[in-house]
């Protein structure tokens, strides 16, 4: 055995605890069904749910409930998934702006008894490259 | 001039490309010729084609440049990166705001790049300028933009494409086949920022400075020049290392002052995407350092330095593919470049994969002796191993998305996500490279000035040890005095980077004594312990002061773990806020040619909406700029919340946190940043009464009084002073028969009082009448002029009133955060003195013909 393939053996043991580590980490993409489900067995790690927020027919966001004045750190909305199951949604944080003008949004968190507790908002926004309209005056 | 441009610009990005084959052609024929004659005109034929592919490459950068500064909108690219009311210095921005024009500046600076090593280079010339021209033939197809007439299959993407072309059939075309909008769709407000002009050049620099020392150690490969490739190498790798380092950290500076995620550093994949390149060029040029000295580690430098470039491409494909979608804040579109970008990658790999294995035997060192632990390369070797697997942890994780969509691609579902909390996941991996780099690099630097034996390593060593101990001992004292929550791992960060500083320093001070050139490897480990420090206490001890103590309502379900960090301030109230008071005063804009911001009740905001009046006369530390009625250039993008904070011992500063409210993106909230020596305070708008949602006014109350009265509006005392006539209202030509009247009000407050001015216009020759109703923002207090009775000498007023104006506000202290820039600037230093002392000695040893 000589030093270098002592090194190369950390090596190899560390990088497979890397991965080893990182499949720990990571999270999966799963439906509000599932989020419970894993609730219930006692699974606490987080979850991505990706779904649209409850609109009514202009577009606006309903169903949702943010007062500022009262406490600025809390939003709950309803979020659809995509097998079509609404479920409500808490935020402690403010309410992102122009909410409802998201295509989509992933919440990044976890299901508690009634509700899903999100840490994590992302929205995918209209391209922020793309598809601008043109208009003609 | 305008239609041929975009025709010229194609047409030079088409030569480009032709001449970058001609060239990789023309310099590989000088490389493998024999005879010496042939060899020579090859390589000017080379350098002659090569000249006119650089004229081409500056032909497309003057075309798409003219295109975009002269604002020609009949070309998609200008429509959808500029527009008219755009500052100058913006422009550059535009160029790089898409894909093509990223594409183009990376072409650009290879081609400047490409000029240096032509000029600089005897021997190495052909061969590395045929790889080099290999690689820029791939560049320079990303923005062809030609489509494969029978196959539909198109090869890049044209920055000269004309909008009617990219729209399709939309109406306006078949009314009107020469429309041309007005005005351009404009740049991403958010890259409308001084560091968004100079990082991307930079970064791109770093780009193509990367493609250097992968072509001198291909071409060494080829021309079995096994070692000699190292020393033209060393230079550009230094160049290369401190370009793309620069680049990084001004992205990193960029997004702590313009996104509102808290801090300068996400670990976005985009962020990760050249972090890891970099950490690869600076384990190589370790590895190569190493060899200059020892003749070790020829395969390792190899390797490393092809890898660099390598992911350098791995990037690009990662950014511009689409792959990372959902991923990453700032991804680019796909532009169905993909494909492409795969191509290119995989094209690189093999070839470099067939260099290197078909040469591997000769790269290796006979001496199969052991490494002593007492060898100065034994340790930066070590390092070079932390470098290494500290990239591939964060290549592991960001390549996430890539796995997806390869299962995918195979049939297999895979749901996948990256870790939840990213920060927490990186930082706990690379924690512990920083504590080891920061250790390595202190001993490493002993050992590299002193052939040592284990008896004078620990004489040398124990001088900067004990002080290091000494001082971080007292130090934790200190925190747990102040209850301040620390944690092994943090204490081990600090004394190892405290033990590298030290170290570095007296090693610094002994060499610098003999030649000042050799101390940049001392002066950069400082620069690096140094932002360790910074990272350490601007990350791990970050305080949110904006905590929320009042007004909770619990949510059962929500549970206890509440964050409350951001708190709501109303306009003209104090709030206590952790040691300090906040106050947010009121919005503020911009406008062109003032050096402050105006208060925006000062403004009446026009249909134009870069153009406003100015109520009433707009000073600035009492020098006059504008005159009531005055039209004001403003920059209506960027709203700033002015916000006023008192420290406990009574010191005032104010901040102007800034937003965006954007049509397509929402709030986009940036901070404003107040530096301290020990600390920056931090603080970013979170969320704004919805601007385009309607204020509910409370029901019409109408007063019928005259000069002189008060009445009560919302619990506040208000006196009607006057009113007076007035010949000049902003906004409102009057002619010599008109009247109008203004009323004046005065609103007794708990710390400030204001005033309210209605105002009531008869126009006589109309035989209108109408009024101008004043808003208070500070009170919610809306007053309109209803009436005038001249006989009663008495005036009638409707009053409304609506909630208060707020905004949301989460406010950090990030300690020491400017160790963490300076740190930067002293690592860069130390690179660039070792770059210029490496290519001195380059250029003796080439002048001396012996390359």
Same mark, same amino acid.
């Given at each position: ?50 779904? /649209? ?85 | ?50 000249? $006119? ?71 190495? !010339? ?28 198109? =090869? ?7 909008? /009617? ?16 909008? !007005? ?34 150690? %291909? ?30 950290? %001004? ?200 052939? %040592? ?169 009492? *020098? ?7 039209? $004001? ?59 385009? *949602? ?37 906004? %409102? ?43 208070? !923002? ?13 006989? /009663? ?14 905004? =949301? ?38 002048? /001396?013909?012996?390359?």
């Amino acid at each position: 055995m000589k030093k270098t393939h002592i090194i190369g053996l950390i090596v190899i043991a560390i990088c497979i605890g890397v991965i080893v580590s990182t499949s720990g980490d990571t999270s999966a993409y799963v439906t509000f069904k599932d989020a419970a489900q894993m609730a219930a067995d006692g699974n606490k790690s987080k979850v991505h749910v990706v779904g /649209k927020v409850k609109k009514d027919a202009n577009g606006q966001l309903t169903d949702f409930y943010y007062k500022p004045e009262m406490d600025p750190n809390y939003f709950a909305f309803k979020l659809i998934d995509q097998n079509n199951q609404e479920q409500e949604v808490v935020y402690l944080n403010p309410r992102p702006q122009d909410f409802e003008r998201a295509e989509q949004i992933v919440v990044i968190g976890s299901s508690q008894e009634k509700i899903f507790k999100a840490d994590k908002i992302l929205m995918k926004c209209p391209s922020k490259y793309e598809e601008k309209e043109l208009k003609a005056n | 001039m305008r239609e041929y441009l975009g025709d010229i610009g194609h047409l030079c990005v088409i030569i480009s490309f032709i001449f970058s084959i001609l060239a990789t052609i023309s310099f590989g024929k000088s490389t493998v010729s024999v005879d010496l004659a042939k060899k020579d005109s090859w390589i000017r034929f080379a350098r002659g084609i090569f000249f $006119i592919h650089s004229l081409a490459v500056f032909g497309v950068v003057a075309a798409l440049f003219t295109i975009i500064s002269q604002h020609y909108y009949e070309y998609h690219y200008a429509w959808s990166h500029s527009s008219n009311n755009l500052p100058s210095e913006y422009m550059i921005s535009c160029f790089w705001e898409g894909q093509e024009g990223s594409f183009l500046l990376w072409t650009f600076w290879n081609v400047l790049l490409g000029l240096i090593l032509i000029k600089v280079n005897k021997t190495w !010339e052909a061969p590395v300028m045929a790889i080099f021209c290999l690689v820029q033939l791939f560049l320079c197809s990303m923005i062809l933009g030609i489509v494969i007439p029978g196959l539909d299959f198109k =090869i890049g993407s044209s920055p000269f494409i004309l909008l /009617k072309d990219y729209m399709g059939d939309i109406p306006v075309y078949q009314n009107n086949p020469n429309f041309i909008p !007005e005005d351009g769709t404009g740049l991403n407000p958010l890259l409308q920022n001084y560091w968004m002009v100079i990082h991307p050049p930079t970064l791109f620099l770093g780009f193509a400075a990367t493609l250097v020392p992968f072509a001198y150690c %291909m071409a060494g490969l080829w021309q079995g020049r096994y070692k000699e490739w190292i020393r033209p190498a060393f230079p550009w790798a230094l160049f290369a290392a401190s370009s793309l380092g620069i680049g990084i950290l %001004m992205g990193a500076y960029w997004a702590y002052e313009t996104l509102n995620f808290g801090g300068y550093w996400n670990w976005d994949p985009v962020e990760n995407a050249v972090y890891v390149p970099w950490l690869i060029l600076v384990a190589g040029i370790h590895t190569m350092l190493i060899f200059k000295n020892s003749n070790k580690s020829l395969q390792a430098s190899v390797i490393l330095i092809t890898a660099q470039f390598l992911l350098i491409l791995y990037s690009t494909f990662l950014t511009r593919s689409g792959v990372l979608g959902d991923s990453s804040v700032h991804s680019f579109t796909d532009l169905g470049l993909s494909g492409q970008l795969l191509l290119f990658l995989f094209a690189l790999i093999i070839i470099a994969v067939i260099f290197i294995s078909v040469r591997w035997k000769k790269l290796g060192g006979e001496e199969n002796e052991e490494v002593s632990v007492y060898s100065r390369e034994f340790w930066i070797f070590i390092g070079v191993v932390v470098f290494c697997l500290a990239a591939f942890q964060v290549l592991y994780t960001t390549s996430i998305p890539v796995y997806n969509k390869f299962l995918g691609w195979v049939g297999i579902e895979s749901n996948i996500a990256p870790p939840a909390d990213q920060i927490e996941h990186y930082t706990k991996f690379q924690i512990w490279a920083g504590i080891l780099i920061a250790l390595l690099s202190a001993i490493g630097q002993f050992f590299w000035w002193k052939k %040592m034996d284990s008896k004078k390593l620990w004489e040398e060593m124990s001088i900067p040890a004990i002080l290091t101990l000494l001082i971080s001992s007292a130090l934790i004292c200190l925190t747990m005095l102040n209850k301040i929550d620390i944690t092994p791992t943090y204490i081990l960060l600090f004394t190892t980077a405290l033990f590298s500083v030290i170290s570095n320093i007296s090693i610094f001070f002994k060499i610098v004594k003999n030649n000042y050139k050799l101390t940049g490897g001392a002066i950069a480990h400082i620069g690096v312990a140094l932002m360790l420090f910074g990272i350490l206490f601007s990350s791990g001890y970050s305080k949110i002061i904006s905590l929320n103590t009042t007004g909770l309502i619990y949510s059962k379900e929500a549970g206890d773990d509440f964050n409350r960090d951001n708190i709501l301030l109303w306009r003209n109230e104090w709030k206590e806020m952790n040691d300090y008071k906040l106050k947010f005063i009121g919005p503020r804009l911009e406008a062109k040619g003032f050096p402050g911001y105006i208060k925006k009740e000062h403004l009446i905001l026009l249909d134009d909406q870069y153009k406003a009046l100015a109520k009433k006369a707009i000073e600035h530390k009492g *020098e006059k700029y504008f005159n009531k009625g005055d039209t $004001i250039e403003i920059y209506p993008e960027n709203t700033y919340y002015e916000v006023l904070i008192a420290k406990a011992n009574g010191d005032t500063f104010t901040l102007y946190p800034r937003a965006q409210v954007n049509p397509t993106m929402g709030l986009l909230a940036s901070p404003g940043i107040e530096h301290f020596y020990d600390k920056d305070l931090y603080a970013h708008v979170s969320s704004i009464p919805s601007p385009d *949602e309607e204020k509910e006014w409370s029901p019409t109350e109408e007063y019928t009084i005259k000069p002189g009265d008060t009445v009560f509006i919302n619990d506040y005392v208000t006196i009607l002073n006057e009113v007076e006539r007035v010949k000049y209202v902003p906004g %409102m030509p009057l002619t010599q028969e008109d009247a109008a009247v203004m009323a004046h009000f005065h609103v007794l407050d708990r710390e400030k009082n204001h005033s309210i001015h209605p105002i009531y216009i008869i126009k006589v020759k109309e035989g209108l009448a109408g009024q101008i109703p004043d808003v208070n !923002e500070d009170l919610g207090i809306k007053i309109s002029f209803l009436n005038i009775d001249p006989a /009663k000498e008495e005036f009638t007023f409707a009053v409304n009133t609506t909630q208060k104006d707020y905004i =949301i506000l989460k406010a950090i202290e990030k300690p020491f955060i400017n160790i963490l820039w300076i740190g930067t600037l002293v690592l860069v230093a130390g690179l660039l003195l070792a770059m210029i002392r490496r290519y001195q000695e380059f250029a003796k040893m080439r002048d /001396k013909n012996t390359e």
